[in-house]
T-cell receptor, first 116, second 114 residues
Framework: AQSVSQHNHHVILSEAASLELGCNYSYGGTVNLFWYVQYPGQHLQLLLKYFSGDPLVKGIKGFEAEFIKSKFSFNLRKPSVQWSDTAEYFCAVNYMNSGGYQKVTFGTGTKLQVIP | DAMVIQNPRYQVTQFGKPVTLSCSQTLNHNVMYWYQQKSSQAPKLLFHYYDKDFNNEADTPDNFQSRRPNTSFCFLDIRSPGLGDAAMYLC?????????????FGAGTRLSVL
């Protein structure tokens, strides 16, 4: 089975600090990559995605992520976090399984707490 | 404006008492998913429908069943809930797209088993 690893389970930052959340995946074939965010009391929503092309992708609210194929990584970054970024962040990988279906595997999530 | 709606938001059931969770969507997506998410764990796919084509994950217990009577609705039935089935249940939808699965999630139903 494919796996997605998020190394940081809980991150605490002060406002204006820079953020980098790690994500590594195990699938060696063609993948599409996502970061989802879940704000307190809300549903999971798409933050950004990578399909192809420029490996540096930009998402909403100033987030960006870089796909490094050689490292099987898709780390999420933000130069300066705000209190409103407090949320749980999930990395997800989409791939074609042996049955010909698109599958998505999620990481275990990283809880980000931003202190004002 | 809600696109994927799950009802109820919170469900309490008794050990062994059947329970049904519902999901509806206004996106007209042909793929619908059910995930189980326990605290501090990744959402775990239970099964999904491509249109009416049901796809069960190999490790989904038989205790979990699903129905999709039409494009808009999908139900998760837990025939005999155990204490270990207490979790957040997430419904998601997507288009059948060769490129990738962008999934749209509902707010989830938190199931408690007494």
């Amino acid at each position: 089975a494919q796996s997605v690893s998020q190394h940081n389970h809980h991150v605490i930052l002060s406002e204006a600090a820079s953020l980098e959340l790690g994500c590594n995946y195990s699938y060696g074939g063609t993948v599409n990559l996502f970061w989802y965010v879940q704000y307190p009391g809300q549903h999971l929503q798409l933050l950004l995605k990578y399909f192809s092309g420029d490996p540096l992708v930009k998402g909403i609210k100033g987030f960006e992520a870089e796909f490094i194929k050689s490292k099987f990584s898709f780390n999420l970054r933000k130069p300066s976090v705000q209190w409103s970024d407090t949320a749980e962040y999930f990395c997800a990988v989409n791939y074609m399984n042996s049955g010909g279906y698109q599958k998505v595997t999620f990481g275990t999530g990283t809880k980000l707490q931003v202190i004002p | 404006d809600a696109m994927v709606i799950q009802n109820p938001r919170y469900q309490v059931t008794q050990f062994g008492k059947p329970v049904t969770l519902s999901c509806s969507q206004t996106l007209n997506h042909n793929v619908m998913y059910w995930y189980q998410q326990k605290s501090s764990q990744a959402p775990k796919l239970l099964f999904h429908y491509y249109d009416k084509d049901f796809n069960n994950e190999a490790d989904t217990p038989d205790n979990f069943q699903s129905r999709r009577p039409n494009t808009s609705f999908c139900f998760l039935d837990i025939r005999s809930p155990g204490l270990g089935d207490a979790a957040m249940y997430l419904c998601a939808t997507s288009r059948r797209d060769r490129r990738a699965n962008i999934q749209y999630f509902g707010a989830g139903t938190r199931l408690s088993v007494l």
